[in-house]
């Protein structure tokens, strides 16, 4: 089956400054790539999502590539704000979606 | 217009009990999710309807966990002699798409916790 995995795990950073997360997955069957952000206690909210066929989304400061030939994509945040901070969630969907295992980031203004 | 709901949204129960934890999705999607989200970690797929045929129930963890959805909107998950690694969110997510690879739309959750 899919395997995900999400890199950093924490992330603290000052207001102002980029953030940047990584995944990777194995199976090439995955077609389509969606970025949540989660706060405590909350359901995940999609915040950008990619389809295979494309290299790079971009959405005011959100940004994800992906690399179909390497098997990883990235999200980053520029210009971050202390309301960016939340845990992100990314994930490799064929049928379903298999999720990595979070990053909490923290924006310190 | 209303989004995914679930019910109870704190389920406490003893072990060895069972719990029935529901989910109304959108309406008119099609497809419909079940996740369980343990403290830290990412959602972990459970099981996956397409209107009331359950198409992937490779993630339930044992048979003590059923899940239905008889008339293709609302949803059960079941969960028999509860234990206490059960304990955990349970998500559900609908989307409007059969086509593979949609966007999912989340629900609250139910946090449950087996004592």
């Known amino acids: 089956g899919e395997n995900v995995e999400q890199h950093p795990s924490t992330l603290s950073v000052q207001e102002g400054d980029s953030a940047v997360i990584k995944c990777t997955y194995s199976?090439?069957?995955?077609?389509?790539f969606p970025w949540y952000k989660q706060e405590l206690g909350k359901r995940p909210q999609l915040i950008i999502d990619i389809r295979s066929n494309v290299g790079e989304k971009k959405d005011q400061r959100i940004a994800v590539t992906l690399n179909k030939t390497a098997k990883h994509f990235s999200l980053h945040i520029t210009e971050t704000q202390p309301e960016d901070s939340a845990v992100y969630f990314c994930?490799?969907?064929?049928?379903?979606?298999?999720f990595g295992d979070g990053t909490t980031l923290t924006v310190k203004p | 217009g209303a989004g995914v709901s679930q019910s109870p949204r704190y389920k406490v129960a003893k072990r060895g009990q069972d719990v029935a934890l529901r989910c109304d999705p959108i309406s008119g999607h099609v497809s419909l999710f079940w996740y369980q989200q343990a403290l830290g970690q990412g959602p972990e797929f459970l099981t996956y309807?397409?209107?009331?045929?359950?198409?992937?129930k490779s993630g339930l963890p044992s048979d003590r966990f059923f899940a239905e959805r008889p008339e293709g909107s609302v949803s059960t998950l079941k969960i028999q002699r509860t234990q206490q690694e059960d304990s955990a969110v349970y998500l559900c997510?609908?989307?409007?798409?059969?086509?593979?690879?949609?966007?999912?739309?989340f629900g609250p959750g139910t946090r449950l916790t087996v004592l």
């Open positions: 994930a490799a969907t064929e049928s379903k979606s298999t």
């Open positions: 199976d090439s069957a995955s077609n389509y």
């Open positions: 997510a609908s989307s409007p798409s059969t086509r593979r690879g949609n966007e999912q739309f």
């Open positions: 309807f397409q209107n009331e045929a359950q198409l992937d």
